[in-house]
């Protein structure tokens, strides 16, 4: 078994670490109040809702829009939408990379934002989208002249997701949707609504929800305000649909199998996710090693004492356990994919969508491993630290306060262990 990387990619990050020194790291120094010590204040607007400033987001805009200029933003998309086609390794070593580099304006996790673009719903679209539907949708959401907030989530059901009550109904040549949505990511900005709405059938069952493109200004869709998290700024709205309106055209895949959608948007992000919170803990071990070895106490290195020692190195052994479990994940999606015209474009074939249930229960362990871990690391290097690490002059709170949230969202660690009993134990199988 090779275990050596593409021979493409360390050439392909060298790359990308040049690009950002000459053109994302001098953009980063003209605002830094978004990066040191102040950056949640700057960051978030506190007199409307605590949603991200618009000056905040016109720089990650920015990032974005240079990325895009030097062909880095659009890597991991097909090459019919402009990009490089990359793997599903590719990305997750990537993914691990730039993380690694710490914070900064080149990827910043918090707003799902870095140089590489992770763009699920644009998979989403290619997959289940018509025709006229990507024409109007894939280009617009790259370059973002639209966008969509995700509205699976409601006020009394989360994990659960088929026991949602918000419905739809049938009205002549469009449909009436009533209901409430929780944790909207993005909809002060959002163009539109992914709502997920029951159609038929009885809660529960999968069958019989369907997924609907809601523009926010259509009559009846509100925001009655945004919650307050653990990590600000926060762009997390609450949203009540009452009696909105939407077209036939307005329904994305087939009626009443919507679940497909937004399993594919958990799936696309889960493994990226994974590789982000490994690259950020491997920060968090490698900061926390060089202050032991240079911080000395009672006249030695902190690093000589096993209370240090042990921790770290258990911290290490986990992350590459995790490494080799994410490449490993990676690789098999890839290998599900092998026979189609190209990787990331081939996502809507039927192979490939049997690829990502094969290896969901990997993808799974990958996933709540690497988001304990990057948890446990921060809490560590805090620890290592000092006051200094628990002070915001360091970045180890930041980064627990964001990436703790990776242990709900996207399926709470719970049902990605849940997944993993299914497929051990055989459970909903015949």
């Not at 659960?160 to 209901?179: C, F, H, P, Q």
Request: glycine share 8%; with cysteine; aromatic share 8%.
């Amino acid at each position: 078994m090779d275990f050596a990387l593409p021979e493409h990619l360390p050439g392909l990050l060298a790359e990308m670490d040049a690009f950002i020194e000459a053109e994302i790291k001098p953009l980063e120094q003209q605002h830094m109040q978004y990066f040191d010590r102040r950056r949640e204040f700057a960051r978030t607007d506190l007199d409307n809702g605590g949603v991200p400033s618009r000056e905040w987001e016109d720089l990650l805009d920015e990032m974005r829009r240079r990325a895009d200029a030097a062909g880095w933003l659009r890597y991991g998309l097909p090459g019919e939408f402009g990009g490089r086609d990359g793997t599903n390794l590719d990305m997750a070593v990537i993914r691990e990379h730039l993380a690694h580099k710490g914070l900064g304006l080149h990827n910043d996790l918090q707003d799902e934002s870095s140089i590489v673009g992770n763009f699920p719903q644009v998979i989403m679209m290619s997959r289940f989208g018509t025709e006229a539907q990507k024409k109007e949708w894939v280009e617009a959401m790259i370059t973002g002249e639209r966008s969509m907030a995700f509205g699976l989530t409601e006020p009394d059901h989360g994990s659960d997701a088929t026991w949602l009550e918000t419905t739809a109904v049938k009205d002549g040549a469009g449909w009436v949707i009533n209901g409430a949505k929780r944790w909207n990511t993005g909809v002060h900005r959002a163009t539109h609504d992914l709502i997920f709405a029951r159609t038929s059938g009885e809660p529960g069952q999968a069958v019989g929800i369907t997924t609907f493109l809601v523009p926010t200004d259509t009559p009846g869709f509100t925001v009655p305000y945004y919650w307050w998290t653990f990590n600000m700024p926060s762009d997390h709205g609450e949203v009540v649909l009452k009696d909105v309106r939407v077209p036939d055209d307005a329904v994305l895949g087939e009626v009443d199998h919507g679940l497909d959608v937004a399993q594919t948007f958990l799936h696309e992000n889960r493994i990226r996710q994974a590789a982000s919170s490994l690259g950020a803990a491997q920060y968090c071990i490698d900061r926390a090693a060089a202050y032991a070895g240079e911080r000395i106490v009672f006249g030695k290195p902190l690093a000589v004492n096993q209370a240090v020692q042990w921790p770290l190195a258990e911290l290490q052994t986990e992350a590459q356990m995790v490494r080799l479990l994410v490449y490993y994940a990676a690789w098999h999606l890839d290998r599900g994919s092998q026979s189609a015209p190209h990787v990331r474009g081939a996502q809507s074939a039927p192979h490939v969508r049997g690829a990502h249930m094969e290896v969901s229960d990997k993808v799974s362990m990958a996933n709540y491993r690497a988001n304990r871990l990057v948890c446990e690391a921060a809490d560590r290097a805090m620890q290592i630290h000092g006051g200094i690490g628990y002070s915001r002059h360091e970045p180890f709170e930041h980064i627990y306060r964001h990436h703790r949230r990776y242990r709900i969202t996207e399926g709470a660690e719970e049902i990605q262990i849940r997944r993993v009993a299914q497929r051990m134990l055989k459970f909903g199988r015949k």
